[in-house]
């Protein structure tokens, strides 16, 4: 049964077919934060960005495709998300026991770039065969290939939603624009969301803000009207604010492993700022697969209790 929550969110789609609104409640459905309007999400792309020994040697049986369907299963996430390679290696064995996103363009760290890029690596028509529930698509705010990247997911939004698929745009912004201290700026981050939001996503997920300002005249602005971005709970508050006054659903990277106690501060500082949940990769399967299902549990509670 959806629950008033649920409905409520659905309600901020209004230009959407009963085919997208269906598969977005499937994800907000699904998973032990079914019903809540909370997201934990587990996303397997790092074999394609980073390489797969960076990824996986630290827990070899994170090298297997299947070893992610089960603990996205296990762990009772709300969604699976991985390029087309790891989807079909499972989506067959594993049909129908967690809602799939189909990551469709990814990029390679073979080649150092200033101004990073994507190949399309995957299509709607992937997405519907494997039965997702969405595609994910990542921009690159301050790449000189921003508009470029801009103009594609307009063109596969449309399709993507044409079809009954939900959109989920991973907005990073990175290259020669912006300074690397400026990738995670509050103000920049806060920007990227509210881009990823103007081109159609229906989940945007960034990374968390620090409290540097990027933009000089965006400074100005902050300073002239008391912004407050003093504490981590408050910049997600404001990023949430940038993405239509929380009317679309903002989640956020969980960025390299990390020590579990300063993640959880994390994530209850998400919690606390209205952030809508987590997109969980490398925290979670770089671990042994008990820790990692006691790690996602530890996530998955904070979320689902009371602010």
């Known amino acids: 049964m959806t629950t008033s929550r649920v409905k409520e969110i659905l309600s901020w789609y209004g230009s959407d077919n009963p085919g997208t609104l269906t598969n977005l409640a499937r994800i907000l459905n699904h998973?032990?934060?079914?019903?809540?309007?909370?997201?934990?999400?587990?996303?397997?792309?790092?074999?394609?960005?980073?390489?797969p020994a960076r990824s996986f040697a630290s827990n070899p049986p994170a090298y297997n495709?299947?070893?992610?369907?089960e603990l996205a299963i296990e762990a009772g996430v709300n969604a699976y998300a991985a390029p087309l390679g790891f989807l079909e290696a499972g989506a067959r064995e594993f049909a129908g026991q967690v809602p799939l996103i189909l990551k469709v363009n990814d990029h390679d760290v073979l080649l150092d770039e200033k101004d990073p890029y994507q190949a399309l690596t995957?299509?709607?028509?992937?997405?519907l065969r494997l039965g997702a529930v969405g595609i994910g698509f990542t921009i690159y705010p301050g790449s000189a290939h921003r508009l470029e990247m801009y103009g594609q997911i307009r063109s596969y939004a449309a399709e993507a939603k044409r079809n009954g698929l939900a959109v989920i745009i991973w907005s990073y912004p990175r290259g020669s624009g912006i300074s690397?201290?400026?990738?995670?700026?509050?103000?920049?981050?806060?920007?990227?969301?509210?881009?990823?939001?103007?081109?159609?996503?229906?989940?945007?997920?960034?990374?968390?803000?620090?409290?540097?300002?990027?933009?000089?005249?965006?400074?100005?602005?902050?300073?002239?009207?008391?912004?407050?971005?003093?504490?981590?709970?408050?910049?997600?508050?404001?990023?949430?604010?940038?993405?239509?006054?929380?009317r679309r659903i903002l989640i956020f990277s969980g960025g390299p492993a990390d020590e579990t106690s300063k993640f959880l501060e994390e994530?209850?500082?998400?919690?606390?700022?209205?952030?809508?949940?987590?997109?969980?990769?490398?925290?979670?399967?770089?671990?042994?697969?008990?820790?990692a299902l006691k790690f996602l549990s530890d996530v998955i509670d904070i979320y689902g209790s009371a602010v």
């Open 122 to 127: 995957g299509s709607v028509e992937d997405a």
């Open 267 to 291: 994530v209850r500082a998400i919690h606390q700022g209205g952030g809508f949940g987590s997109i969980v990769g490398r925290n979670s399967f770089q671990r042994r697969k008990p820790e």
């Open 65 to 69: 495709p299947h070893y992610h369907f």
């Open 180 to 246: 690397r201290e400026g990738e995670t700026a509050i103000d920049v981050t806060a920007y990227a969301a509210h881009i990823a939001a103007e081109l159609g996503a229906h989940i945007v997920k960034v990374k968390l803000p620090s409290d540097h300002l990027e933009q000089e005249a965006a400074r100005k602005v902050y300073e002239k009207e008391k912004v407050a971005i003093g504490t981590l709970a408050e910049r997600v508050r404001h990023v949430v604010q940038s993405t239509f006054d929380g």
């Open 31 to 51: 998973g032990r934060l079914g019903g809540t309007g909370k997201l934990v999400i587990l996303p397997v792309d790092q074999g394609f960005e980073h390489g």
